[in-house]
């Protein structure tokens, strides 16, 4: 532990798993454990074709994302991130662990 002294704001998952063909679970370093729905997180992606760059306002239409949308690939990025190849053909983006952190306490607190 050689980070700085702000190393606990950092959020970092220690593993991931998958949870079925629709869901993604994440063992995070202070012990928590999410299940986050693929769905929700191919809806957050945060690249520049799905989410203005300026405005962070979306672009990506909701209803174009099938129901049953499947992550083929699921891969770490440096040790901050994950990357995903989606069944939709996109895979631009990038999920830094705070987002799907964010993800999962949000889809937590709707009761899913
Ligand atoms: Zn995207």
Do not use: K
Not at 50 to 63: F, H, K, Q, S, V
Not at 68 to 89: C, E, K, Q
């Amino acid at each position: 532990m050689t980070a700085s002294s702000n190393a606990q704001a950092r959020v970092t998952a220690v593993g991931i798993h998958r949870v079925g063909d629709a869901a993604l679970g994440i063992e995070w370093a202070d012990g928590a454990t999410s299940e986050i729905p693929l769905r929700e997180i191919r809806l957050a992606c945060g690249c520049a074709v799905c989410r203005d760059e300026l405005t962070g306002a979306p672009l990506l239409d909701p209803a174009s994302i099938p129901a049953n949308i499947r992550a083929y690939r699921i891969a770490p990025v440096g040790n901050y991130a994950l990357t995903f190849d989606w069944s939709d053909s996109h895979s631009t983006g990038i999920y830094p662990w705070e987002m799907l952190r964010a993800l999962a306490d949000r889809s937590e607190s709707e009761g899913r």
